[in-house]
């Protein structure tokens, strides 16, 4: 006989300037052997006095939105921009390993995450109030929990239950989000198969993407037992008179509303979506082109569905996220993400040019922009990694990957010349 199960779960929002959830919507979900489907039901007073819905499309705003049947191993019925406020790899790791290695579904995650997840999405008890949250530990214990999981070690229950206190940005690197001086921080702890310091590689990375004028938040590196702690303020989050505000995030997954399983999704798709559904469109869709550029410049191949975000402003309308898990993989496979369009994951100088018209740039504008990106690049990563504490070992094992795509780029297409402005 095929097993089904029931899932029902109120979901609030922290509307903008709210310091408290509001109630406003019944997520209902039937599982029934390996698919399931459901509603996502907005509640009658909710409707009455907000207009503000969990996905810009008018399509997905309505009443009671049916969740088509899905099977589990294709992602579930659980549509993506619900998804975007589940816990990333690694918080599935944690809760995995906070629950005697039993794996929680996505309903349950989405139950017991509450306090620091992404954005502004929270699960309402029956009583309409946030579900508890745990007291802060202090960065050093963080990191020792965070190494301890890794290697197998024994953590106390209670202790491992203080690393899940929500998604966050980012995949199966450790990471925990801890609060500094009244504001909220995503720390990421390093890896211990990682080839070179990626913590002091991701603060080069920002840095250098500042020099190109894409926005970042802010940042900083901790030292913490002779190891290095990659620090990032939490842009979803805004401090007011009466305390802590919550933002709405969506990743590209979530604002194209495609399953980060399927392959699906690209940089022009996500520029066609900001046209629609962003605040400033035109400054937000050139920011777009030039991060996609600074990605492919920096050997950043992880630039895919999750790792590009988006912030409620008002009226339905959003603006692009400060940038996030930028830095170079060392890999010199010289491939996107997300493809630049269809699956176009190698696209030409040429092929680049053809899709501008997307991101709101003429040909000239766009080259003159690859132009400007390639020649900061590829003069100051070398410097830019030095000034945050890169070694001399760590820029040469880099080195030998970002000069030789460099290389490629300088004289791509029809002898174009990347390095003359001509």
Known sequence: M?????YRLQLGVYLPGAIQPTPAALLKVERHGVSEHGTL??????????DFRFHPDPALALPINHLPSKRLRDGGALPPYLKDSLPDAWGRLVLAAANQGAALDDYAMLSCTNQNRIGALVV?????????????????????????????????LDIR???TQGGSL?????????????????????????????????????????RCHIQTAEFRCEDINQSKVFMIKRFDRATGPEGEQRI???????????????????????????????????????????????????????????????????????????????HPQGTHLQYMGMPLVNDNTSPSLDQLLAEVHHFHYSVNEARSVVHELFTTVSQEWRAKFIDVGVSDADIRYLGAHLDR??????????????????
Not at 2 to 6: A, D, I
Not at 41 to 50: D, P
Not at 124 to 153: C, F, K, N, R, V
């Open 2 to 6: 095929e097993s089904s199960s029931l």
């Open 161 to 163: 239950r203080l690393l």
């Open 124 to 156: 309402m008890d029956q009583d309409s109030q946030p579900q508890s949250e745990t007291a802060p530990l202090s960065l050093t214990a963080l990191y020792e929990m965070a190494m301890a999981i890794q290697y197998g070690l024994d953590v106390p």
């Open 248 to 326: 709405h995030f969506l990743s590209a997954a979530g604002l194209l509303n495609v399953a980060y399983e399927s392959g699906l999704g690209s940089y022009v798709e996500l520029a066609q979506a900001l046209t629609r559904f962003g605040i400033d469109p035109k400054q937000d869709c050139q920011e777009l082109f030039r991060r996609m550029i600074f990605n492919i410049l920096i050997d950043n191949t992880d630039d895919h569905i999750k790792n590009h975000g988006f912030l409620y402003v008002a009226d339905n309308k959003y603006r692009l996220a400060p940038v996030y898990d930028v």
């Open 405 to 422: 795509l460099h290389a490629r780029w300088r004289t791509m297409d029809q002898g174009y010349d990347l390095s003359s402005s001509g």
């Open 170 to 210: 980012g995949g199966a690197r450790p990471k925990a989000s801890i609060s500094d001086q009244g504001a909220l921080w995503l720390a990421k702890f390093p890896l211990r198969e990682d080839p070179f310091n990626i913590e002091l590689a991701e603060a080069g990375s920002m840095a250098l993407a500042q």
């Open 41 to 50: 039901s907005y509640g009658r007073q909710y409707q009455n006095n907000h």
